[in-house]
């Protein structure tokens, strides 16, 4: 069965660091992987995702992701953070054929002036 | 184009009282998901519904019902509320599933049972 771990549930940084979120899935085949961003009180909104082809995948605001299948995980970056980029993180992972994503538990990004 | 949007944005319910949630798209989609997201457990599939008319159960299906009845429309009912279901309550939807459509979310509808 499909999973997605982010085993980070709670990160802080400080404007202008650099970024990294953790995700790892669970997949038996090659799994189609994306990353959404929540704003407090807001919907989700998709920051980039991966089907198929480079690996190294840019979204918006910034943002990038790569897949490495050998370690079964699509983290997500960026190289300078703005205060603006505080809010939850969810990965989620999806398969060719099917009708539904699962998603990871999230992850909280604080960011500190 | 005003995207997914949904009705209403904050509700409270006694245990025991019904209601229904209603959940539109101009995009055209055929796809439409109901989620609901709960600290810690990130986002559940509650029901979903592949195009106007059809609908089946997700992950988290228990004491909710949900209809298409127009292919902009997706409604999510809870016949009698239970305070397990507070939670907010996320509507999304996407052209095809098809190599995974990018899926299109609502604001969301928070709901508290007491």
């Known amino acids: 069965a499909q999973s997605v771990t982010q085993p980070d549930i709670h990160i802080t940084v400080s404007e202008g660091a650099s970024l990294e979120l953790r995700c790892n899935y669970s997949?038996?085949?090659?799994?189609?992987l994306f990353w959404y961003v929540q704003s407090p009180g807001q919907g989700l909104q998709l920051l980039l995702k991966y089907f198929s082809g480079d690996t190294l995948v840019q979204g918006i605001k910034g943002f990038e992701a790569e897949f490495k299948r050998s370690q079964s995980s699509f983290n997500l970056r960026k190289p300078s953070v703005h205060w603006s980029d505080a809010a939850e993180y969810f990965c989620a992972v999806g398969a060719y054929n099917t009708d539904k994503l699962i998603f990871g538990t999230g992850t909280r990004l604080q960011v500190f002036p | 184009n005003a995207g997914v949007t949904q009705t209403p944005k904050f509700r409270v319910l006694k245990t025991g009282q019904s209601m229904t949630l209603l959940c539109a798209q101009d995009?055209?989609?055929?796809?439409m998901y109901w989620y609901r997201q709960d600290p810690g457990m990130g986002l559940r599939l509650i029901h979903y519904s592949v195009g106007e008319g059809t609908t089946a159960k997700g992950e988290v299906p228990d004491g909710y019902n949900v209809s298409r009845l127009k292919k902009q429309n997706f409604l999510l009912g809870l016949e009698s509320a239970a305070p397990s279901q507070t939670s907010v309550y996320f509507c999304?939807?996407?052209?095809?599933?098809?190599?995974?459509?990018?899926?299109?979310f609502g604001p969301g509808t928070r709901l508290l049972v007491l």
């Open positions: 997949y038996g085949a090659t799994p189609y």
């Open positions: 999304a939807s996407s052209l095809l599933a098809e190599n995974q459509e990018t899926q299109y």
């Open positions: 995009m055209n989609h055929e796809y």
